[in-house]
């Protein structure tokens, strides 16, 4: 079974708060301009950044599993905010990267 492959990306003049995951095909290359919208998903909350973020990669704070990144660490005492901005930095730092889709794309 082939695992699906997602890419991270940014356009800040179509989404300027947002990040694009695209669905990567067989050949490493994606779209994020494309019109068909199975192959994208715009992520435009801020909210939705640390989830995002994890799945490329990134951990909230402590690591000690009190957060998920939408809500302040009871063991370190990290903000949310700052959280949330720590995960936008981290997706910011990973712009292109290629992983495998937890499901973004399943049907």
Same mark, same amino acid.
């Given at each position: 079974?082939i695992?699906q492959?997602i890419a991270?990306?940014r356009d800040?003049?179509?989404a300027p708060? !947002?990040y694009?995951v695209?669905l #990567? +095909?067989?050949?490493?290359?994606w779209?994020m301009?494309? &019109?068909?919208t /199975?192959?994208t998903?715009l992520?435009?909350?801020d909210w ?7 799945t490329f990669?990134?951990s909230?704070?402590?690591g000690? !599993?009190?957060?998920?990144g939408? #809500? +302040? ?5 990290a903000?949310?905010? &700052?959280?949330i /901005?720590?995960?936008?930095d981290?997706l ?12 973004y794309?399943?049907?």
């Open positions: 079974m695992t492959r991270l990306e800040s003049k179509y708060c !947002g694009i695209c #990567v +095909d067989d050949d490493g290359h779209d301009y494309s &019109d068909d /199975s192959k998903i992520v435009d909350s939705g950044f640390p989830g995002l973020a994890s990669g990134w909230p704070c402590c000690a !599993g009190q957060t998920d939408t #809500v +302040d660490c009871l063991s370190c005492g903000k949310t905010g &700052d959280l /901005s720590s995960a936008a981290f910011d730092d990973h712009l292109g990267t290629i992983v495998e889709d937890p499901g794309f399943s049907s």
